[in-house]
């Protein structure tokens, strides 16, 4: 079993930018897909990102293709999600996953964090 601690969310300016983090204790990600998914008020989960572990390849969703970038630091065991050009429409909780496979459905991650806010407002 992994636990997973997100952190990094806050409050920022449109056009601004945060990198959210996703740490695992418990074990290493070893062969796992850490996907990153946010959830605004009222509205459903959605995916964001994902990435495989061992080989470094990721997925990112196409509504933030090119200001949001998902890598991993082998040696602090931690997932980053790096968030440019934030636009107010980016304001909801994100949470970051573990599964066996790089893929954007929810029911395919296992592991749960329990979420980071981003407001992204004037």
């Known amino acids: 079993q992994v636990q997973l601690v997100e952190s990094g969310g806050g409050l920022v300016q449109p056009g601004g930018s945060l990198r959210l983090s996703c740490a695992a204790s418990?074990?290493?990600?070893?062969?796992?897909?850490v996907g990153w998914f946010r959830q605004a008020p009222g509205k459903e989960r959605d995916f964001v990102a994902a990435i495989s572990w061992s080989t470094g390849g990721s997925y990112v969703d196409g509504s933030v293709l090119g200001r949001f970038t998902i890598y991993r630091d082998k040696a602090k065991n931690t997932v980053y999600l790096q968030m440019n050009s934030l636009k107010p429409e980016d304001t909801a909780v994100y949470y970051c996953a573990v599964g066996p496979d790089v893929v954007g459905t929810s029911d395919r991650y296992n592991y749960w964090g329990q979420g980071t806010q981003v407001t992204v407002s004037t």
């Open positions: 418990g074990r290493t990600f070893s062969t796992d897909a």
